[in-house]
Nanobody
Framework: QVHLVESGGGLVQVGGSLRLSCVAS????????MGWFRQAPGKEREFVAA???????RYADSAKGRFTISRDNAQNMVYLQMNSLKPEDTAVYYC???????????????????WGQGTQVTVSP
């Protein structure tokens, strides 16, 4: 079992930045991929960014150039640096851990076995 806890969400103005953090505990050696997803009110959960055991990264088109995912394996941490935030980035952001061992970072939610509780990000106009 892997337990994930996100932090760092909050209220920010348009154009601002936030850094989300996620700490993993438990059987973290089995987690090859880490990702961030988000869900806005009334919308389905969507992929944001992912990083895998080969340090390959993938981003949603909406995140490219603005968001950066990074990992600190020694601390069992994964981060999402979000810059140039827009109102449409408002959502609950979830950290997720995958046991998929492919060369590409997983981007489908069904590839992730463990999920955090989420942290709210609100971008005000």
């Amino acid at each position: 079992q892997v337990h994930l806890v996100e932090s760092g969400g909050g209220l920010v103005q348009v154009g601002g930045s936030l850094r989300l953090s996620c700490v993993a505990s438990g059987r973290t050696a089995s987690t090859y991929g880490m990702g961030w997803f988000r869900q806005a009110p009334g919308k389905e959960r969507e992929f944001v960014a992912a990083n895998n055991w080969l340090n390959n990264t993938r981003y949603a088109d909406s995140a490219k150039g603005r968001f950066t995912i990074s990992r600190d394996n020694a601390q069992n941490m994964v981060y999402l640096q979000m810059n140039s935030l827009k109102p449409e980035d408002t959502a609950v952001y979830y950290c997720a851990a995958s046991q998929v061992t492919g060369t590409a970072a997983p981007i489908r939610d069904y590839e992730y076995r463990y999920w955090g509780q989420g942290t709210q990000v609100t971008v005000s106009p």
